[in-house]
């Protein structure tokens, strides 16, 4: 760890069986298409983009267990074997009794809060995601933020940056305001600042104040084993557990969880939502059936669930959580060997770049994190995300300025080290001619979720 420069290739524990060509599209190309897109990455073909670190989510490679398991699909629209087996597999992982499928996470966030959340009411979290924040807002709630300060500094080194500071939970929670808190929610790993990971004694403690004011508690667990990784690297006491043995733990202080299983379930598409409340599941089923489909295949083709339920098991695995971690780290690593300031610690799904110091002669209306996103691209055909004041800067809670970041997040057992190489190679090329990288003006702003369609010109 560390900026050493003695990075270690992270030994892949897998061999390909299957390949995928990649394209190598030209400088006018990628020029070109640009401006059809409106300088927004989101607006890009596949075939336009040579290495897409756009999200981790949905673009996982399966494993020949999980391509072997949808050749056991059992298209029963009523119950399905593949239910009964992913069921199983998400009741063993979490502990949870009540365990409803869903087609991906903001499936389940929207009959999670459709359920307890009515207008007017205050949903505290340690950082929302973008699309958690918008479903709390589209319910008529207002998101609330409780990280640690630290989360806010990309500098810090503290090693749970995911944490919930418990002094501002416990005092919303003495306050005027309890009435108005229908659940806390606690996302692990925190995506929004890093992919910075909980830590088991600062769950502990947020369940307990819950507990206390008899609040339920609900985890975003999309990241839940690269958080227990980090749990067992870094938490006094942890290293002999199992990744299973201290997600019972984490799970054991939680009411019930949402899930993307397009991150650590390793499919591409599926989720789901889980809870210990009878009164709410009987709730929460009725309105899958609306929203979703019937129980037991809530929006998903049955096959999916087959491969949702065997990636949930191989996402846990220690080897694969080595090796995932390990590149994550190993990119980092490649970047600041090239000086590239990006944000500490190295989180568990990607490399964040901290865009104020990357570009650090620019002026925050000139958009520097999407002018960022749109120079890398330029340079290499790479694909990244913005996650700064263009995807959260109408909407923060008021009480930090959002943080300025260009995540590089790495697909799941996707790309190898040389592909790491390649990124660090461009991004460190655009660090080393940063001063020649030119701001945006947002031509078109969507009122909700506007990163994912807003359009920009070049100042
Ligand atoms: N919660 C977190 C922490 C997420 O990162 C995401 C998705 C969701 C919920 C929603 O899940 O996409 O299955 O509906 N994050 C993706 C990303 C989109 O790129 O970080 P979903």
Sequence with gaps: MGSTGESRQPFEPFRIKVVEAIPNPSPERREAA?????????????????????TDSGTSAMSDRQWAGLQTGDESYAGSRNFTHFEAVAREITGFPHILPAH??????????SAMVQPGMIVPNNMHFDTTQAHVRHKGGIPQNLAISEAYDPRSEHPFKGDVNLERLQALLDGPDRPRIPLVMVTITNNTGGGQPV???????????????????YLDMCRWAENAYFIKEREPGMSGLSIGEIGHRIFALADGATMSAKKDGLVNIGGFVATRDAELFDRLKELLILYEGFPTYGGLARRDLEAMAIGLREAMEFDYLAYRVGQVRYLAERLEARGVPIFRPVGGHGVYLDVTRFLDHMDPKELPGQALVVEIYREGGIRTVEIGSIMFGDSEDGSHPPLELVRLAIPRRVYTSSHMEYVAECVGRVYARRKSVRGLRMTHSPERLRHFTARFAPL
């Design 34 to 54: 640009l401006v059809r897109a409106g300088y927004n990455l989101f607006g890009l073909l596949s075939d336009e983009i040579r290495v897409d670190l756009l």
């Design 104 to 113: 991906q996470g903001r499936a389940a966030e929207n009959l999670l809060f």
């Design 199 to 217: 830590s088991l004694t600062n769950l502990t403690a947020v369940s307990a104040i819950c507990q206390a004011h008899h609040v339920p508690l």
